[in-house]
């Protein structure tokens, strides 16, 4: 079992960062990939970032790419999006998610626990 917990979420505007923060617990959090996804009303989870169990893969969604940054502190058994030059269309909430398998992928499908999320709004 792998819990999750997100935090650093809240209100920004247009323009500024956030950085989230996904805590694990559980299994050995070095023994799998990370990834971050996001929910808007009324539209479909959509891939954000993932990242390797070491690091040395990192994968980005098209809309975030240049401006999201994700990172994992195995010793502190955390994983980070660092979200930078935030627009309004990133206002979601964001969800971090383990994936047993060490690669990390783009699919939430591949992901067997995930985080309750944390609200991003960003205004206009």
């Known amino acids: 079992q792998v819990q999750l917990v997100e935090s650093g979420g809240g209100l920004v505007q247009t323009g500024g960062s956030l950085r989230l923060s996904c805590a694990a617990s559980g299994r050995t959090f070095s023994r799998y990939a990370m990834g971050w996804f996001r929910q808007a009303p009324g539209k479909e989870r959509s891939f954000v970032a993932a990242?390797?169990?070491?690091?040395?893969?990192?994968y980005y969604g098209d809309s975030v790419k240049g401006r999201f940054t994700i990172s994992r502190d195995n010793a502190k058994n955390t994983a980070y999006l660092q979200m930078n030059s935030l627009k309004p269309e990133d206002t979601a909430v964001y969800y971090c998610?383990?994936?047993?398998?060490?690669?990390?992928?783009?699919?939430?499908?591949?992901?067997?626990?995930w985080g309750q999320g944390t609200q991003v709004t960003v205004s206009s």
């Open positions: 998610a383990a994936d047993l398998g060490l690669s990390g992928s783009r699919s939430w499908g591949e992901y067997e626990y």
């Open positions: 990242i390797s169990w070491s690091g040395s893969r990192i």
